[in-house]
Nanobody, 128 residues
Framework: QVQLVESGGGLVQPGGSLRLSCTAS????????VTWFRQAPGKEREEREG???????????VYLDPVRGRFTISRDDAKNTVYLLMNSLKPEDTGTYYC??????????????????WGKGAQVTVSS
């Protein structure tokens, strides 16, 4: 059975940092493109936006414009875990963050329906 488990969310002040983790069992993340999505308060599942992705083969990364330069996605194959380091957080970064895996992906597909596996999400709240 495949499971993706997010952790590391919480409440942080504007300008602060958090690191999210996505740990997998039942699949090897190195064989998947892993995308971090976020769902803003009041939005539906279909409105989740992908913010960062790491490719399966060369660990190349892609970022959504609003987070580029502030967020860093990385992968630890020994721990079968993908991380999202979020710096200089803003109130508009608030939401539930989900990791999603797409087998042998190249981060060229960002639609929620194209993802093969999902975690249950981690809440991130940026507020003073």
């Amino acid at each position: 059975q495949v499971q993706l488990v997010e952790s590391g969310g919480g409440l942080v002040q504007p300008g602060g940092s958090l690191r999210l983790s996505c740990t997998a069992s039942g699949i090897t993340l190195a064989e998947n493109a892993v995308t971090w999505f976020r769902q803003a308060p009041g939005k539906e599942r279909e409105e989740r936006e992908g913010v960062a992705c790491i490719r399966f083969a060369d660990m190349g990364t892609v970022y959504l414009d609003p987070v580029r330069g502030r967020f860093t996605i990385s992968r630890d194959d020994a721990k079968n875990t993908v991380y999202l380091l979020m710096n200089s957080l803003k109130p508009e970064d608030t939401g539930t963050y989900y990791c999603a895996a797409r087998g042998y992906g190249y981060c060229d597909v960002w639609t929620t329906t194209a993802m093969h596996f999902w975690g249950k999400g981690a809440q991130v709240t940026v507020s003073s």
